[in-house]
């Protein structure tokens, strides 16, 4: 059996070697990791004195870095992915250590655990429970810190580390490995500050499965033809006292900014559209909105088009665009039913021209079961539009509607607990 | 007035009184909403409006700042005197309790003219979302 075989059994946890190699005479060790935190821990086997070059990236295979800089390091690799960190005591001793978080790359932690630290006060958790920071923490495990540990002797209860912890890390669900629970009182003060809402964001929302894939079947055709670069066979979607609006809020682009110019003369003879141009005169309202004193709104470009053909006839006015619904977590989707039809509310991005950043857009349409021998029944729609409103707006991404898993929230550090 | 300079009017009063009274005096709006008010609040759906003003009992103090809202006429839900329903979608941005953090919102309504009092509406449904 081999030294590596034997320490893989008579270790208590799974292990692979390290890729290791010596690249120079004087021993110095190249180890190549992951970027996970094994980095980190082989970072404190050394001393700072005669620091191996521990990096992830072979370039800087030569630099001498410390524990604090692979730590760093390992940090910056978090970006993307939802990370677990186990800081181990034995890490940092005795030693005040200060981390940086300025670049806040942390956003997708869920859980954090450090076990049997030594912590004595939550200025020490500072750094990491600020506004902005961790914004998904889900689980935080501080077990085993004189910080606790005296904070329970003192009052005999936990009640007051609870509430303690929560106000500084709002989004947690489990502390310890159990689920929070706070008094009425603690809740809401800890609300009033506005970190956290009563509820969380649910995905798209359907009052019934025959809702779903009436919509979803609406919108890929819709979509279909809207992206296909000739969008006359839309006309046929809508009623013949259809409305549609649409709105916008966009900075006017660079490009568009040089030919504005020659836009204002083409408008008329039918030529093509951008999102911030206003409609002509006599169809649209230019206004700057007062809605409350010394607040105008932008000024927004708005015009209102009744009926298929003169809708139509916008549609194909109005730039290429292209929706990729193949990215679900780009766009978020809401139909139910109500007196006035079946309203669809999607909102969501689409490129313009795919050298250029994306627009974030708000539809919102109104359906009603096509009528058997109108003009949208040839096209094989079981639905027909009479309201749709398009609102355009600079890109802000998709964070503002991402679900929180907050539901069945599993500890990874103590298997059992859940929060519900 | 023909419908869409009706819904145009009735939509900016609708819009300067929920904002405020979102922001200042949040039990005003219940007066909105009748048994059957269908609200969606960021895919949560509402089983009444009991429910309803619970969930904005202990949303924290908010601040809205509107940017852009429209409106339709919807000629599917007309009452007995001709008066239309509107469809109305505001977007803009929303900050609550004392996080500076601005959230950008989007929300649709539809407002449903009152059986009764002429120019009065009141809210059918409503769905707001974080974009």
Not at chain 1, 10 to 19: A, F, I, N
Not at chain 1, 104 to 125: A, T, V
Not at chain 2, 39 to 46: D, K, S, Y
């Amino acid at each position: 059996m081999s030294l590596i075989q034997f320490l893989q059994i008579k270790s208590k946890k799974t292990w692979q070697p390290l890729d290791c190699k010596a690249v120079d005479q004087q021993g110095t060790l190249l180890l190549v990791v992951d970027g996970d935190l094994l980095a980190a821990s082989i970072a404190d086997w050394t001393s700072e004195e005669q620091t191996d070059a521990i990096t992830t990236d072979q370039d800087e295979a030569k630099a001498k870095l410390t524990t604090m800089d692979v730590l760093r390091l390992f940090l910056n690799f978090g970006c993307g992915w939802p990370a677990m960190m186990k800081l181990a005591g034995e890490m940092f001793g005795d030693t005040v250590v200060t981390l940086s978080f300025a670049n806040n790359r942390l956003l997708n932690l869920q859980n954090l655990s450090f076990q049997h630290n030594l912590i004595k006060s939550y200025e020490g958790l500072q750094a990491i429970s600020g506004t902005g920071k961790l914004l998904n923490l889900r689980e935080l495990v501080l077990d085993d810190n004189p910080l606790v540990i005296n904070e329970i002797k003192q009052r005999g209860h936990n009640r007051g580390y609870v509430r303690n912890v929560v106000k500084r890390f709002p989004t947690i669900v489990l502390l310890d490995g159990s689920p929070i629970q706070l008094s009425e009182d603690d809740v809401e003060s800890i609300q009033k500050t506005g970190k956290i809402m009563p509820l969380d964001t649910r995905p798209n929302y359907f009052d019934s499965d025959e809702t779903r894939s009436i919509v979803m079947n609406f919108l890929v055709n819709y979509f279909r033809c809207f992206d296909s670069g000739d969008r006359s066979p839309l006309a046929l979607l809508y009623h013949p006292q259809a409305i549609f609006t649409i709105t916008n809020k966009v900075r006017l682009r660079a490009i568009n900014r040089q030919s504005r110019k020659t836009k204002k003369t083409e408008m008329d003879d039918g030529s093509k559209l951008e999102w911030n141009t206003p409609r002509p005169q006599s169809q649209a309202k230019q206004r700057k909105e007062k809605y409350s004193p010394g607040h105008s709104l932008e000024q927004a470009a708005k015009g209102i088009m009744t009926g298929s053909e003169v809708i139509g006839e916008t549609l194909k006015r109005l730039p290429p665009t292209e929706h990729d619904f193949s990215n679900a977590k780009d766009y978020v989707l809401d139909a139910y039913q109500t007196p006035a039809g079946m309203v669809v509310i999607l909102h969501g991005e689409f490129k313009q021209d795919p050298s250029l950043p994306p627009f974030s857009f708000d539809r919102s349409f109104i359906l009603l079961p096509t009528e058997p021998g109108s003009v949208t029944a040839s096209t094989g729609s079981p639905v027909t539009i009479v309201s749709d409103a398009l609102n355009v707006r600079d890109y802000v991404g998709n964070q503002g509607f991402q679900v929180q898993k907050k539901y069945n929230f599993q500890s990874i550090f103590m298997p059992g607990s859940v929060a519900i | 007035m023909n419908p869409t300079s009706i819904a145009e009017k009735s939509t900016e009063q609708f819009v300067q009184f929920y904002y405020p009274n979102y922001d200042k005096q949040r039990s005003s709006l219940g007066s909105l909403y009748r048994d059957g008010s269908a609200i969606l609040w960021n895919g949560n759906a509402f089983s009444g409006v009991q429910q309803y003003s619970e969930f904005l009992g202990r949303l924290p103090a908010s601040q809205h700042d509107i940017d852009v809202y429209d409106c339709q006429p919807l000629s599917a839900m007309a009452n007995a005197q001709g008066a239309t329903g509107i469809l109305i979608n505001v977007t803009g941005t929303v900050k609550y309790g004392d996080h500076p953090a601005k959230k950008n919102f989007s929300q649709a309504f539809i407002l449903a003219p009152d059986e009764v009092q002429a120019g009065n509406y009141y809210v059918q449904s409503e769905n707001f979302r974080f974009v």
